[in-house]
């Protein structure tokens, strides 16, 4: 299917539900797209994978959303991003342009710090891929990057109920490396994250400048499709659809409060199952 057609939606996708986070900023600021949203639900957590599983994932979910039709696929999952970004690109931008995370908070963290400490809270594959490390460095050389690595806080957020004390006490032990290195920006480096926003304001305290990737995204996805000819017409008004791999009824419910705009209903495709033991450590 030919990517260069108008009438085709942007694709995005996510290990769960953190992705939402992304699409709302696109649904905000590009309110005459149409979007197409797949939830890796029945695969989350990413964050403690191996590059090469992200890899293959990250491959298969590009394969499913390209293969309905799409002018743009945003990765909207660091974990995949950092694991596999490179290689998706150029085995696919050719067909199609590919926007990922982790390059435009590394900018917008670049421009915001005064005292060159930036701090990054991410899962543990994003962390142990160095993407962070590389792209800030690119962007601001003298800075230092301080990476907390939290296997449990995406979980705990997609799994849903109140902010508890499971929340602010993992919210707590991330933020204690980055207050004692006297970080003046944070980088929030899971689309999950802002869900938790004024928790993390909170304990970083208010002179500490949180930085997310939702508006960098929706700014690169209008430039890229403004630069290919495909941005649809302004005056129309766009649709978005869900696909998720897990419980569809489940993702709708998760997904709401991420979103923060109506879910309709939600198809559920099939993947390769992860199989058992293929966790990394
Ligand atoms: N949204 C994913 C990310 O940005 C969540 C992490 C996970 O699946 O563990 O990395």
Same mark, same amino acid.
């Given at each position: ?5 108008? #009438? ?5 996708? =996510? ?19 149409? !979007? ?7 695969? !989350?957590?990413?964050? =403690? ?17 390209? &293969?309905?039709?799409? *002018? ?6 660091? #974990? ?14 050719? @067909?199609?342009?590919? %926007? ?20 990054? +809270? ?21 800075? &230092?990057?301080?990476?907390?690595? #939290?296997? /449990?806080?995406?979980?705990? +957020? ?13 919210? $707590? ?5 980055? *207050? ?6 944070? +980088? ?14 909170? &304990? ?10 939702? /508006?960098? +995204? ?20 766009? @649709?978005?659809? !869900? ?14 409060? !991420? ?6 209903? %939600? $198809?559920?495709?099939? %993947? ?6 293929? *966790?990394?450590?």
């Amino acid at each position: 299917m030919s990517t260069s057609d108008r #009438s085709l939606p942007v694709a995005v996708f =996510d290990s769960g539900v953190g992705g939402l986070t992304v699409l709302h900023e696109c649904l905000v600021s590009l309110p005459h797209e149409d !979007f197409l949203y797949l939830g890796d639900t029945a695969r !989350f957590p990413y964050g =403690d994978r191996t590059p090469a599983q992200l890899a293959e994932f990250a491959r298969e979910l590009a394969g499913i959303l390209l &293969e309905r039709g799409a *002018k743009l696929l945003v990765v909207a999952c660091n #974990s995949a991003t950092s694991a596999a970004l490179p290689e998706l690109r150029s085995e696919l931008e050719r @067909e199609i342009p590919v %926007v990922g995370v982790v390059r435009p908070e590394s900018r917008l963290a670049a421009a915001a710090t005064r005292n060159g400490r930036v701090g990054l +809270i991410a899962t543990p594959a994003t962390v142990k891929s160095g993407a962070y490390a590389e792209a800030l460095a690119e962007e601001a050389p003298a800075a &230092e990057l301080h990476a907390v690595a #939290s296997a /449990e806080l995406a979980p705990l +957020i997609q799994a849903g109920g109140e902010v508890d004390h499971r929340t602010l006490a993992c919210v $707590e032990g991330a933020c204690r490396p980055l *207050k004692r290195a006297q970080v003046d920006t944070v +980088i929030l480096g899971c689309t999950h994250y802002p869900l938790v926003r004024p928790v993390l304001q909170r &304990e970083l305290g208010r002179r500490v400048t949180i930085v997310s990737s939702g /508006e960098a +995204i929706a700014a690169e996805v209008e430039a890229r499709l403004r630069a290919s000819g495909v941005e649809n017409d302004e005056h129309r008004r766009g @649709e978005y659809r !869900f696909l998720a791999t897990g419980d569809p009824e489940q993702f709708r419910r998760a997904g709401t409060r !991420f979103l923060q705009l109506p879910i309709g209903s %939600v $198809e559920h495709v099939e %993947v390769a199952a992860a199989g058992p033991g293929r *966790k990394a450590a």
